[in-house]
């Protein structure tokens, strides 16, 4: 039997969230959450502009989010949940309201690393000046993913193809489509996609009447839009091609090679992946390989006093350690669980979570842009 698709449990107030100072507190406050009752099955759409989210059908569109007023991204593996931060359109940077989701670890997992690479990848897309000349390798060892603690809608993210990255490669908008109901529909031999038909209306607070407790409330704004320029973006091929073959940013094919490139801020020159790292909350890291013949890596570190570099190595018997710790590990992945779960060794405990570097606090004054904009 298939595993259920991510469900939306709610969205809470934050107000006055300082990530260097409570990113932590935030943790707890989606811990309190973990056995909340009010969940309704939901599909996620993801995109360079933003995030969409869709009911178990696909089509009813219950909330958007403009990528540039998402502020952060997390997930807790244990609990089962991802969740990110963000404002309305027009709020005052004070008024945040954290949105919550469980699923299973492994596709939660993906949703987090979905968005992060959104992010980066939405960054690079206004500042081409930061691409590197040549991307560095990655090559950690992958593991493959387990079929049994993934849905179709994990394996669905796999198909994705490319996202685009703008300088010289103009405005493509292609969405990844995080789309368990398709692949079910497929199954069932259905018809498969939505229609861009849906009507989009001026922005409402939309289930505002599905979440009654005291603690959680929806804080989602209905997207809105020309309904000619939506259906442009759902027509957009999926396989995008670019004109520049170092402006091409691929959305890896597999969970792994999606982690490898968010750790790495992949596409970004390293110089400015630790300058983003610089901004980012506490134990946000960076790893990238190093050159030479040696298996070795760097990994930068956000600690309190700034971003600390630590040595990541190989050993003969295939094992990863930090340098000068006793401690080996399988895989690169799990020395970063590892050191993700408690913190110890020589720095702290490393975080997940990723601060979008791209959010603005404020939209423009224009009336006209925030109404062809808010998402």
């Given at each position: 039997m298939g595993l259920l698709p991510p469900q939306y449990v709610g969205s809470f107030v934050l107000e006055e969230l300082e990530l260097q100072?409570?990113?932590?507190?935030?943790?707890?406050?989606?811990?309190?959450?973990?056995?909340?009752?009010?969940?309704?099955?939901?599909?996620l759409r993801f995109s360079l502009q933003g995030l969409k989210v869709y009911g178990a059908d696909g089509e009813t569109l219950l909330m958007a989010h403009a990528l540039r007023r998402i502020l952060y991204s997390t997930c807790l593996h244990t609990e089962h949940q991802f969740a990110f931060v963000a404002r309305n359109p027009c709020s005052p940077p004070s008024s945040l309201f954290c949105h919550l989701f469980v699923g299973p670890p492994a596709e939660v997992h993906v949703l987090h690393l979905l968005l992060c690479r959104s992010f980066q990848l939405c960054y690079l897309q206004a500042h081409p000046e930061l691409q590197e000349a040549e991307p560095d390798p990655l090559p950690l060892l992958r593991e493959p993913l387990n079929p049994e603690e993934v849905s179709r809608n994990v394996n669905a993210l796999l198909s994705l193809r490319r996202l685009p990255v703008v300088g010289p490669l103009g405005a493509g908008h292609v969405f990844a489509q995080h789309l368990l109901q398709e692949r079910r529909m497929e199954a069932e031999g259905r018809a498969v996609g939505w229609h861009p038909g849906n009507p989009y209306c001026s922005p409402v607070l939309v289930r505002k009447k599905a979440i009654r407790s005291k603690v959680l409330r929806s804080g989602a704004y209905r997207d809105c839009g020309a309904e000619s320029q939506l259906q442009q973006r759902e027509s957009a091929p999926s396989g995008w091609e670019s004109r520049s073959a170092r402006g091409l940013a691929l959305l890896p094919d597999t969970e792994a090679a999606l982690a490898e490139s968010v750790w790495a801020f992949a596409g970004i020159a390293r110089a400015g992946g630790v300058a983003l790292l610089h901004g980012d909350v506490p134990g946000a890291f960076l790893l990238r390989p190093e050159a030479g013949g040696t298996p070795r890596w760097c990994l930068w570190v956000r600690a309190p006093c700034g971003v600390v570099p630590y040595g990541v190595l190989r050993t003969q018997q295939g094992r990863f350690c930090v340098e000068h710790s006793h401690a080996e590990f399988r895989s690169m992945p799990a020395l970063l669980a590892h050191y993700s779960a408690v913190p110890g060794g020589c720095f702290c405990r490393l975080s997940v979570g990723h601060r979008n570097p791209g959010y603005e606090q404020r939209d423009e004054d224009s009336p006209a842009l925030v109404q062809h904009e808010r998402g």
């Open positions: 100072q409570h990113a932590g507190q935030l943790e707890e406050q989606l811990r309190a959450l973990k056995d909340c009752p009010r969940r309704k099955s939901v599909v």
